[in-house]
């Protein structure tokens, strides 16, 4: 899976909630506190700048005017490359005002910068939590006003949407599964409906299969399925547990339909080779119908078996074990359509194959070539 930048990352680059945050006002240059905050201001050298910043922060920690050398503060750390610093910033500006969606949503840049999934998480949290309120404001009495609000609302909405991204984007770039597992259980949690719910919950369910988490796999996986079967793997795995488990036949059967039709019809995703997908349909396909096949035959529903076990055979080549079991169950399924010399051979080919089958397609061999019907 490819991680692909979307537009609404652009749309949040200038913020139309910013006039509302802290004010210069009037500067006294008479004074070393003015002299220092013309400094900044006339500043074109971003070294000096941020110097002269980090001067008046020390100096002047309890001025009028530092909320607003903050702000600007923030900015400059974020652009020198010093997430840490735009963070201890943010953290003082929120301080400040519990709203300040700015802030937060800077934080959460500096958190994406370091690329740490705990603080994308804690910082995509609050930067939601702010923007809904945002959008949550009544609508001003003053028509001069509407407008700005109405842009306000909107620019809050592009940004609680870009909050869910930034937990998608984390969980997909993070090398840590259990990091991967938590930020997609954060992205469900707050927002059950995200266009991005998909492409986590295979994030997710991959996760727990690497962590040898095989029944919370399954368990998510279920789950999952009940509203969204767009996932194969989750498809073919759920079917496979059921199989194994003795449960919901039905399901199998539709599940394992369902992972033939996607690899059918899916597009290559993006990162992987034409080789590796071409690779990966064919498995899948072979064990959907091989699970179908096997599933149909203990329903007694021999020729409906017979089909998809013949679909799976060409599919499960290179795949010793699972291609002695589907010769297996399609000798098996012909024996009893009386198809007596397909019985046989499938079980000689399942027979010349070490598996768990082997010793039983040898029986099986010995009983039919005693009956008439294997001699056509």
Not at 174 to 192: F, H, Q, V, W, Y
Not at 197 to 206: D, G, K, N
Not at 261 to 275: I, R
Not at 295 to 307: G, I, M, S, V, Y
């Amino acid at each position: 899976m490819k991680l692909c930048i979307f537009a609404i990352a652009l749309l949040i680059a200038a913020s139309p909630l910013a006039a509302q945050r802290h004010q210069l006002g009037t500067v006294n240059a008479e004074t070393p506190e003015g002299q220092l905050l013309q400094q900044i201001g006339q500043a074109d050298d971003p070294a000096k700048k941020l110097a002269s910043m980090q001067q008046f922060v020390a100096q002047f920690p309890k001025h009028e005017a530092i909320g607003w050398v903050y702000e600007q503060l923030q900015t400059a750390y974020l652009k020198a490359g010093q997430p840490d610093q735009a963070i201890e910033i943010g953290e003082k500006l929120i301080a400040m005002d519990a709203d300040d969606i700015d802030a937060a949503h800077n934080n959460l840049k500096a958190a994406e910068a370091k690329k740490d999934p705990d603080l994308v998480a804690k910082w995509s949290g609050q930067t939601s939590q702010i923007a809904r309120k945002v959008v949550a404001s009544k609508q001003p009495t003053e028509t001069d006003e509407v407008e700005d609000w109405k842009r306000r609302v909107d620019f809050a909405k592009q940004l609680d949407t870009y909050t869910e991204y930034s937990l998608y984007a984390a969980a997909l770039q993070t090398a840590d599964a259990r990091k991967r597992i938590l930020l997609g259980e954060a992205l469900s949690a707050r927002t059950p409906r995200s266009q991005y719910l998909p492409q986590v919950a295979e994030i997710q369910f991959a996760a727990h299969r690497q962590l040898g988490e095989n029944e919370k796999a399954f368990t998510f996986a279920e789950k999952t399925l009940e509203t969204d079967q767009s996932s194969e793997d989750m498809l073919a795995f759920v079917a496979e547990q059921y199989v194994q488990k003795k449960r919901n036949p039905d399901k199998v059967i539709a599940y394992s339909a369902k992972v033939v039709e996607l690899v059918n019809t899916k597009p290559k995703p993006q990162g992987v080779s034409d080789a590796d997908w071409a690779k990966k349909k064919n498995t899948l396909s072979g064990v959907a119908h091989f699970l179908s096949g096997s599933t149909l035959f203990e329903q007694n529903k021999f020729a409906a078996a017979d089909k998809e076990l013949r679909a799976a055979l060409p599919q499960v080549e290179g795949n010793d074990q699972l291609k002695a079991a589907t010769l297996f169950y399609a000798g098996l399924a012909n024996y009893r359509m009386n198809n007596i010399p397909d019985a046989l051979r499938f079980n000689q080919q399942c027979a010349a194959i070490k598996s768990p089958f082997q010793a039983k397609a040898n029986e099986n061999i010995r009983v039919m070539k005693g009956q008439p019907a294997a001699k056509k």
